[in-house]
């Protein structure tokens, strides 16, 4: 019974959205707000990636949202699952293979050292602080699979992305004690595509990159039975 | 064909968006349920990327090798995409925790059996 | 037949795996399929930002969750 009232239901669904895309044409221009940025943007914050200029400064305050969001899941599920109980059934630990355990020791720094350049470099290149967040946390995941007794100091952890929040909100609101709005480019620009230009967005960015592979690991290290 | 040509990337996106659906609506395992939301989303994030796309345009990026006077994508929806994307993951790291702490109380991980309300 | 055509079937199929099968994990690697390819697509699409959130945090941090927690819990789905 439930199956035929699902298939029904996806059934008018399907109707309803094949008369609503035919009215999307594909490729062609539709609004006019991604013409201003991409025709003032590069001139306004000083950034060659227009996506960047677009999440810090354009809408920095949804990047706020987001950055509270991953906040709370991680402390929801610091709190459902913080608190292991003793093992009921103990498996029997075996370590992992050679192969995984060399390649952990040669890949883990060149792997830190690519995540660190994709968020520092947010402003020239595709990249930015959330995929170097994640190329991070996949570096300690590899740490967590390699083997059984290595651990990432939790308390370390807890405090850098404190730390990194604390510079997000404070840059932001750094902008309100010279007088300008809240989140706004108050920085130097600097010359065009170089290292330091582009304002506030490098530093939000790095905070934004260090908060991300914190949270990330921090999650892994609560979902494995931290302690 | 030059209807599908055109409007591939849709029924691509939608296919994936009822695959998850109906995963979502039938399936009675808990685990299963929630691989359904990561398929739901990613069928969303595909055709919102595929509306901002132009015939002829490049990717919104000032480089040596693209001056700015090129015709560019809409940079709009993936600026919201990369938001949403982060998001999605982090919603389903929380949903895992709440299954495993449900499966370490009733040992089970079928719907039909987690029914213990005090109503 | 262009590859995109090609690909996009690839996907739908890969989708449909993950819902059919009975065995948690390799519905998890039919997942990790469809978010590759899903990269892929925005690679086409003329989004480089996109493409690398979506093939690190997708196909790396997810898989890896899922696997994780299917350990701590049931492997088949009955």
């Not at chain 2, 395992?29 to 929630?34: H, P």
């Not at chain 3, 996907?11 to 993950?18: G, H, K, N």
């Amino acid at each position: 019974m439930r199956k035929i009232i699902s298939i029904l239901l996806l059934f008018i669904l399907t109707a309803g959205f094949t008369l609503c895309l035919l009215d999307i044409p594909f490729g062609e221009q539709k609004t006019k707000v991604g013409n201003y940025y991409i025709n003032n943007g590069a001139r306004e914050t000083g950034a060659a990636n227009i996506v960047t200029s677009v999440v810090v400064n354009y809408r920095g305050f949804d990047t706020l949202g987001e950055i509270t969001i991953l906040f709370t899941a991680a402390i929801g599920l610091a709190a459902v699952l913080g608190h292991p109980k003793k093992n009921k059934d103990p498996q029997p630990k075996e370590p992992a293979s050679l192969i995984v355990y060399t390649g952990y020791r040669i890949l883990f720094p060149f792997m830190l050292l690519f995540g660190a350049y994709i968020f520092i470099h947010g402003h020239l290149t595709p990249g930015g602080g959330f995929q170097g967040g994640a190329v991070i946390a996949s570096a300690f995941i590899l740490m967590y699979m390699s083997s059984k007794d290595k651990k990432i100091n939790p308390t370390a952890v807890k405090i850098i992305e404190s730390l990194a929040g604390l510079t997000f909100v404070g840059t932001a609101a750094a902008a309100l004690t010279l007088g300008r709005p809240f989140l706004s480019n108050f920085m130097p620009k600097g010359e065009f595509m170089t290292l330091l230009s582009a304002g506030i967005i490098p530093v939000i960015y790095i905070a934004v990159g260090f908060k991300v592979g914190a949270e990330f690991s921090g999650i892994i290290h609560d979902l494995t039975g931290g302690n | 064909m030059d209807f599908l040509n055109n409007y591939i990337y849709y029924i691509g996106a939608f296919g994936l968006f009822f695959i998850g659906l109906y995963t979502m609506l039938i399936k009675k395992n808990l685990i299963k349920i929630i691989i359904g939301l990561t398929l739901l989303d990613s069928g969303i994030y595909l055709f919102f990327v595929a509306v901002g796309y132009l015939h002829k345009g490049t990717a919104p990026i000032i480089s040596g090798h693209s001056p700015a006077s090129e015709k560019m994508v809409d940079p709009v929806p993936q600026a919201l995409i990369l938001t949403a994307i982060v998001i999605g993951v982090s919603i389903l790291a929380l949903a895992l925790s709440l299954a495993v702490k449900l499966y370490q109380h009733y040992h089970t991980l079928n719907i039909k059996n987690i029914k213990e309300l005090k109503w | 037949m262009t590859i995109i055509t090609i690909l996009i079937l690839l996907m739908l199929i890969a989708a449909i795996a993950a819902a059919v099968f009975k065995d948690l994990l390799n519905a998890v690697i039919a997942l990790c399929i469809v978010s590759l390819i899903n990269a892929l697509l925005f690679y086409f699409l003329h989004a480089p930002d996109v493409a690398m959130a979506e093939a690190a945090i997708g196909a790396a941090l997810v898989t890896a969750i899922f696997v994780i927690v299917i350990k701590k819990t049931t492997r088949y789905e009955e």
